[in-house]
């Protein structure tokens, strides 16, 4: 890193501050000593300026519609790498040669099931229950069960507990999806890729045999590398923020999926199919612009617009391309796809999209694919979640690995009453 300064001028006192240069993208001011200096804090809701932590697994660049793992352009291991080589690379830093790699997969692919005794958890659930609330419950549960790899200190037990997770949210998912439609659950199977056995546990039944068509399970493994790691978003902060107290690794992970589920961040997904489905034509997407135009509206185009992205987002053309790729192999015509296409096109003409910089983002057409598939919509961001576990817990080991780590403790602007005196409750 090197070290240069920035002058803050507080009420006439100037004060230096270091600029750390990352390896690529913008510098950041040290500002750690500045409330012990000035006794001000800084304040930044949303922290849309405010760099949490260093890492070395993530890069974007939202100007330019830029993605890299670990250096790694998105594009380039979505099409050509495998999920299980994107969480190796996540977790490890380098691209598995191939005994690494069959040894990382065969640990992940040893560890699938889950105890028996987690299964009856799920009779706790009403059948209607929202999947995202059964993971919520069941990945917390976790915690519970798996003693022997708590110790947050030990970088054995870290790597265990990574090893665990990645491994049992394809089961606890399917395991959800199962419940939800009242069908058995379904034991993982060691011959299976990872994306094949979790296609397999979540759509095979007792009564006959499910073929694994190729083509899906090409799709879902590209949209697991898609979403498996994504910096510090939302539920990655929540997840480095619970952690950093030395919490059980399975309850923070639960943390990061109760974030995840909310409609602005993973459970776009969801919402964003359910309106392509209600605007259901392309003949009434005007009245959705006008709407998502009006200041007293509330709706927003779901699936459009990022945090960083002021570009497109490098993820939608993959899964716009494999959109079509899908139904087109799968023999589906699907309206719902022609109504996206065309709100995009309509969209990213229009002034107020072009003004704010909105393009469509990862989720515009994660659900055209996933219903393809055969998916539910509540199962979207349940599917989310199975994947940006490795990114999770990646960026957990990251943290805790880090000598830099301290309990995270925003501060803030207190514009509540001053002091004032307790007046009992007959005088008031
Ligand atoms: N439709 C209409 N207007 C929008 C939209 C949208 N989808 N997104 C942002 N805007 C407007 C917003 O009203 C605001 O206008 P103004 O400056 O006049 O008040 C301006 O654009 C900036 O919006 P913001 O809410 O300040 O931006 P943000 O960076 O805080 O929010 C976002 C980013 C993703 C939450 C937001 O764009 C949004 O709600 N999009 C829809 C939900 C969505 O698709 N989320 C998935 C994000 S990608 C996957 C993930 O991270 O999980």
């Known amino acids: 890193m090197a070290d240069n300064s920035a002058k ?4 006439g006192t100037a004060q230096d501050y270091g600029i750390i240069d990352g390896s690529v993208g913008p510098q950041v001011v040290d500002i750690r000593k500045f409330y012990a200096n000035t006794d001000m804090f800084t304040y930044d809701p949303g922290f849309t300026s405010t760099a949490s932590c260093e890492s070395g697994l993530t890069y974007i660049d939202g100007d330019q519609g830029i993605l890299l793992h670990r250096g790694y352009p998105i594009d380039q291991l979505a099409e050509q790498s495998s999920f299980m080589e994107v969480a190796y690379l996540l977790l490890n830093g380098e691209l598995p040669g191939k005994n690494d790699l069959d040894t990382f997969t065969n640990t992940i692919t040893r560890h699938t099931m889950v105890h028996e005794q987690l299964s009856t958890f799920y009779r706790g659930f009403r059948r209607d229950a929202h999947p995202m609330a059964i993971m919520c419950g069941v990945v917390g549960a976790l915690s519970s069960f798996y003693h022997d790899s708590t110790d947050i200190n030990d970088p054995v037990q870290r790597r265990i507990a990574s090893h665990r997770l ?21 034991y993982p199977r060691n011959d299976l890729s990872y994306t094949g056995n979790f296609l397999n546990m979540t ?14 399970v090409d799709a879902m493994d590209k949209i697991f590398i898609l979403h498996a790691d994504h910096e510090q978003n939302a539920s990655t902060s929540t997840v480095r923020l619970a952690g950093s107290s030395g919490a059980n690794p399975f309850a923070c992970i639960a943390a990061g999926i109760a974030c ?11 919402a964003a199919l359910n309106m392509l489905r209600e605007i259901g034509t392309p003949d009434r997407i005007p009245e959705y612009i006008a709407r998502a135009k009006d200041k007293n509206d509330p709706f927003r185009l779901m699936g459009f617009g990022h945090r960083v992205y002021k570009n497109f987002d490098p993820r939608a053309k993959v899964l716009s391309k494999a959109a079509t790729d899908v139904l087109d192999k799968l023999g589906i015509s699907d309206p719902v796809l022609d109504t996206a296409r065309e709100l995009e096109q309509i969209a990213l003409k229009d002034d107020y999209f072009v003004e704010k910089k909105l393009y469509p983002n990862v989720d515009f057409y994660s659900g055209v694919i996933l219903s393809a598939i055969g998916f539910p919509t509540e199962m979207f961001t349940v ?15 990251e943290m805790i690995s880090d000598p ?22 007959d005088k008031r």
């Open 8 to 11: 803050i001028d507080i009420n």
């Open 383 to 397: 599917l989310f979640a199975l994947a940006r576990t490795v990114g999770w817990v990646a960026q957990w080991n």
């Open 203 to 216: 759509f095979s039944v007792p009564a006959e045999e499910y073929h694994l068509d190729p083509v899906i």
């Open 404 to 425: 830099a780590q301290r309990i995270g403790r925003p501060r803030q602007l207190y514009t509540g009453p001053t002091m004032r005196d307790y007046v009992p409750v």
């Open 166 to 186: 990645i491994a049992k949210m394809p089961t606890i998912a399917a395991m959800a999806y199962k419940y939800s439609v009242g069908q058995p659950f379904v």
């Open 260 to 270: 995840l589920w909310g409609p602005a961040h993973g459970g776009a997904n969801e």
